[in-house]
């Protein structure tokens, strides 16, 4: 039976272009997506931006400009950015326009209803524009916005209101057993912790007016619009057209063997409560995984453009290039907390592990193949050398990838790097190719090296993909080959060619 998996960012507000945390989702679920790949026999990637928002036409006002203009605008830098970061997802799903999107909240809505759990109700309480959020006092720093350090406004209106308390026990039974499974285990016992503590129903709906008529129509009630994170939460299921009999709803989510929400932390409780509850009500089935990271700091403080410290993933591209700030992303940064990514930082983990590590390791064996071998892999033993390295580090890049941890696997891939590299220099190709006594001690290590640094390219794929490509290439291998059992498998006799510095040294920044 085909196995097939869906993976989703979360989808970002789009009321400003976006920031180096946006990237770092980006790159993080399309590396996660990549991996999924080798393990299943496909994979949904699924991105977006979440344009219903007030703050959206909050911004548009500030700009002078329609919400529509606006969000069309900023949604098209955030596929940008994901085109430059060399991110391929699926689908990128807008709010606003999709057709898919605008069926299914308002299908999903209907069937939540039809199950007795929507009723209206006067409500009042602390919003955050910023969040988009109620908050009670006691989750409040100071009287501020513990995410945005802003005082909310205090509201009153009708709204309509989900039964969220209903769901506690449900959730509970999803959360313990492990049919839901969230990454990492504290952030599990977090959301245990607050659902065991009681639900309270929740507003699921805002006045039109105070939408400013921006955003999804509550069926059968003009007054009111979806509140902004009801909405875009169905933007998960309703990509894969689940309203239209798209087939895709079927496959890579009724069927699939694993759904898997990638987002930042202050969001858990959307997906890791409200969401599950809201498709247990419309029966529908849930994710499998939640992956939960923290946030990219500057000087201990979260990015956000409301904050002011906003880093343009642009501006370092620019600089250091595309493949130096997605690896640094994915190289240097814990995924499951918070932690500065400076341009200090990127420059060193470029040079040290790609420039110094492994594209030397790609000239060396390339050269000293054309040199000695005339740029042909030789036949050579298949038994020792570094066959155990290789199936180590396979192993380990694996688990850690299993896990949703990507610094982890990078450094697992490094580790490879640095023995193969150590390899050459005690065996010294150089010294066994002036003694013909030695041929065949040569041959193994050019064949073992050379099948080092193919094995290198698969593990490398999904963390930059084109890199690998290049190694690949390089290597006259087809770019989608996987790293099997028999690792050194068709390498012997293999033409391969030197190329350009896969991996050029970049300048420090200026001080």
Excluded at 198 to 223: C, E, F, K, N
Aim: charged share 20%.
């Amino acid at each position: 039976m085909e196995k097939t998996g869906f993976i989703s960012t979360t989808i970002p507000y789009v009321n400003a272009r976006p920031h180096l945390g946006h990237a770092l989702e980006f790159v993080e679920t399309d590396a996660y997506a990549r991996f999924m790949r080798t393990k299943l026999d496909d994979v949904f990637f699924l991105t977006g931006s979440d344009e219903n928002a007030l703050k959206n036409v909050l911004a548009a006002e500030a700009a002078g400009m329609s919400t529509a203009d606006l969000v069309a605008r900023n949604a098209l830098a955030f596929q940008d950015l994901q085109s430059a970061l060399l991110c391929a997802p699926d689908h990128f799903v807008r709010t606003s326009v999709d057709p898919l999107h605008l069926a299914g909240a308002t299908e999903l809505w209907r069937r939540m209803e039809a199950a007795g759990d929507l009723y209206p109700r006067a409500y009042e309480g602390l919003y955050c524009v910023g969040c988009e959020q109620f908050y009670e006092p006691a989750e409040l720093a100071d009287g501020r916005c513990p995410e945005h350090l802003t005082e909310p406004e205090r509201v009153r209106e009708q709204n309509w209101f989900f039964r969220l308390s209903r769901y506690q026990d449900d959730l509970l039974k999803c959360l313990e057993s492990g049919a839901l499974v969230i990454h990492p285990e504290t952030r599990r016992n977090e959301v245990i912790s607050f659902v065991r503590a009681g639900l309270q129903d929740i507003s699921v709906s805002r006045s039109a007016t105070r939408a400013r008529g921006w955003g999804i129509p509550v069926p059968g009630d003009d007054s009111q619009v979806m509140y902004v994170w009801i909405d875009a939460l169905t933007n998960y299921t309703n990509a894969l057209g689940w309203t239209a009999d798209d087939p895709r709803y079927q496959r890579f989510w009724a069927d699939a063997t694993q759904r898997v929400h990638v987002m930042g932390k202050g969001v858990i409780r959307f997906h890791a409560v409200y969401w599950p509850a809201m498709l247990l009500s419309a029966g529908l089935p849930l994710p499998t995984d939640l992956v939960v990271h923290g946030y990219i700091t500057a000087g201990g403080r979260k990015l956000g453009k409301s904050l002011g410290n906003a880093v343009d993933p642009e501006d370092l591209i620019d600089r250091y290039g595309a493949r130096a700030v997605r690896y640094a992303l994915l190289a240097t940064f814990a995924p499951f907390g918070d932690g500065d990514v400076t341009e200090e930082r990127i420059v060193a983990a470029y040079n040290t592990d790609l420039a110094n590590g492994l594209g030397n390791l790609v000239s060396r064996v390339t050269s000293m193949i054309a040199r000695y071998r005339g740029g042909v892999v030789p036949f050579g033993s298949v038994a020792g050398g570094l066959g155990e390295a290789v199936g180590v580090a396979a192993g380990a890049v694996d688990a850690a990838m299993t896990g949703y941890d990507h610094r982890l696997a990078v450094q697992h891939l490094n580790t490879l790097v640095g023995q193969a590299n150590a390899y050459v220099d005690e065996h010294a190709p150089w010294h066994l190719a002036k003694n013909p006594e030695d041929a065949d001690r040569l041959d193994t290590c050019l064949l073992h090296i050379a099948g080092a640094v193919r094995a290198l390219a698969a593990l490398l794929r999904p963390f930059l993909p084109d890199a690998a490509e290049e190694i690949l290439v390089a290597l006259n291998q087809p770019a989608d080959w996987r790293l099997g059992g028999d690792w050194l498998a068709g390498m012997a006799g293999t033409a391969v060619q030197k190329p350009a510095a896969i991996f050029p040294r970049i300048d420090a920044p200026a001080t």
